[in-house]
């Protein structure tokens, strides 16, 4: 048996993905769920959470070698408006249940931010069936839209995915602005246009059948169907218009870009790079080095290591000691 090791965890709408590993070699083993953690009136839920994570946890421990658990990193989509009881329970609940006496709890734009910069001050814009901009001068956090795909996630895909469905029936109905390309390519996706609203609206997973569509829109646009250019450009300037509002004010500041949807390629990265260009003039763009849970096991590492250096924040980043309380340091953060 090796000595103490760190958990990382990454919750999202895909469900969990786990690595545990010792501090200074990386992760050791790795395991995934395909369930997502349930939401309730209470936000996620806690024990839902707990009944993945223990039994994965404690194979992982074993596979690895670990003799025991120091941290454990947890990086959670929608922690900072769903996770009330994520934060009062989860931390005494690893410790109780996997003897783990430093837990994190960091939204997964937090984690998606160390795993595409690292500790250093920037921008990233997180962006997959939603999009999120979040950004640090290492004083305090800002974040920018991430607020679902009714109110907000502007750029993303769920959005770039019913803009393109919305230009489809438009053509179906002989109206302006429709795209006949995006309309075939929705009825070999989805079947006839008028059934659509019967497929879709029931739906309990909208967004994600929203931005299975995205990568269609990707493709004519490629193609150069001009709906589809136009609604990528429009994406763009969302995205750019979001991550201006978080970016630090220093000189020549590094703009991250994470997530699925960003493997479209130039059809979105050049209306991107030309948006950006003309709001945050010296920026440098560079795709993510790691994913967010390369993110959560940087975090794990570094606070191993002692090197830990983000700000905290009530919402979406709170690290407890073996007594519970929250010992990062305060932060500044704007909405």
Known sequence: ??????????????????????????????????????????????????????????????????????????????????????????????????????????????????????????????????????????????????????????????????????????????RRDGSARLLASAEDMFGPAAGLPGRLYPRTDRPAVLASFAPRVGECAADGDPVAVEVLRAAAGHMADSVAAVCPAVDAPVIGLTGGLFRMGAALLDPLDEELAERLPGARRIMAEGDPLHGAVRIAEDLTAGSFTLPGDEKM????????????????VRT
Do not use: K, N
């Not at 769903?82 to 005494?92: I, K, N, Q, S």
């Not at 004083?139 to 679902?148: F, L, S």
């Not at 980043?317 to 500044?332: H, I, K, M, W, Y």
């Open 1 to 174: 048996m090796t000595g103490p090791g760190f958990l990382a965890v990454d919750s999202g709408g895909s469900g969990l993905r786990v690595v545990v590993g010792a501090g200074g070699d990386g992760p050791s083993a790795r395991a995934a769920s395909g369930e997502p953690v349930r939401t309730g009136e209470r936000g996620i839920d806690p024990g839902h959470f707990m009944e993945q994570l223990v039994p994965m946890a404690r194979a992982l421990r074993a596979e690895a070698g670990i003799e025991r658990l120091e941290v454990a990193v947890v990086g959670a989509a929608g922690l900072a408006g769903l996770g009330d009881a994520l934060r009062a329970e989860l931390p005494d609940a690893l410790r109780r249940e996997l003897g783990v006496p430093r837990v994190v709890l960091a939204a997964d734009a937090v984690t998606a931010y160390v795993g595409a910069l690292g500790p250093r001050p920037g921008a990233v814009i997180a962006a997959g069936t939603g999009l999120i901009a979040i950004g640090t001068d290492l004083t305090g956090w800002r974040r920018a839209d991430g607020w679902g795909h009714l109110l907000g996630d502007c750029g993303g895909g769920a959005w770039i995915g019913r803009a393109g469905l919305e230009a489809a029936l438009r053509a179906h109905d002989g």
């Open 317 to 332: 980043l709170c690290v407890t000691s073996p007594a519970g309380e929250d010992v990062t340091r305060p932060a500044d």
